[in-house]
């Protein structure tokens, strides 16, 4: 398996532009993840889904970010308009009913800077 | 504040000795711990996953404990390699809620 896949592996951008990052999960997992990551706060959940459903979005930092799952194996993380305090590694996790007892499997990120 | 902290933020070691690596938390309720590692530029992958009942889970050389009452894990690392080098972050899990801690930088040197 190939694992978790995430587009683009990095991605710059000038303040104000939309970002799309992407996430395809592991086949067979219904659960998928969008975390933050900085060097200040740490990893942050941003929100997750469970057989494409968004269950918890709270972690979702305001307005500007939206994210979709249309189907299993596919998930958006959309940033409009983009802000330089937005710069931060992204990560996209899959797992099977939720990783309460496997875990969840992580992909490479999408470092993103925002100018 | 934060619902789980890590002790100590960082640490260096030399390759071949022990280091054990603290999570204290106050997530209630309680459902589930994990330890991740976390390899610089990568994404984190699964130490250790641990509910209630479970005191102490191993993997290889990472042994994880876990008392529930009061609301405490360890991670040790036994005979530390250079491939150990990495950040290590506690995740508690609870009411359908996940809980983070910052991580514990751990550097081993030859």
């Known amino acids: 398996d190939a694992g978790v896949i995430q587009s683009p592996r990095h991605e710059v951008t000038e303040m104000g532009q939309e970002v799309t990052l992407r996430c395809k999960p592991i086949?067979?997992?219904?659960?998928l993840f969008w975390y933050r990551q900085t060097m200040m706060r740490g990893l942050e959940l941003l929100i997750y889904?469970?057989?494409?459903?968004?269950?918890?979005d709270s972690g979702m930092p305001e307005d500007r970010f939206s994210a979709k799952m249309p189907n299993a194996s596919f998930s958006t993380l959309k940033i409009q308009p983009s802000e330089p305090r937005d710069s931060a590694v992204y990560f996209c996790?899959?797992?099977?009913?939720?990783?309460?007892?496997?875990?969840?499997?992580f992909g490479p990120g999408t470092r993103l800077t925002v100018t | 504040k934060n619902q789980v902290e890590q002790s100590p933020q960082s640490l260096i070691i030399l390759e071949g000795k022990n280091c054990t690596l603290q999570?204290?938390?106050?997530?209630?309720?309680?459902?589930?711990l994990r330890w991740y590692k976390q390899d610089t530029g990568r994404g984190p992958v699964s130490l250790t996953i641990m509910t209630f009942s479970e005191n102490t889970k191993s993997n290889g050389r990472y042994t994880a404990t876990l008392d529930a009452d009061t609301k405490q894990s360890s991670l040790h690392i036994t005979a530390s390699q250079l491939s150990d080098s990495a950040s290590y972050i506690c995740?508690?899990?609870?009411?359908?809620?996940?809980?983070f801690g910052k991580g514990n930088q751990v550097v081993v040197i030859p």
């Open positions: 889904f469970n057989n494409n459903v968004p269950i918890d």
């Open positions: 995740v508690v899990s609870g009411n359908n809620r996940l809980a």
């Open positions: 996790a899959s797992s099977y009913d939720q990783g309460a007892l496997t875990g969840q499997y």
């Open positions: 086949s067979g997992h219904n659960s």
């Open positions: 999570c204290n938390y106050t997530v209630s309720p309680f459902s589930n």
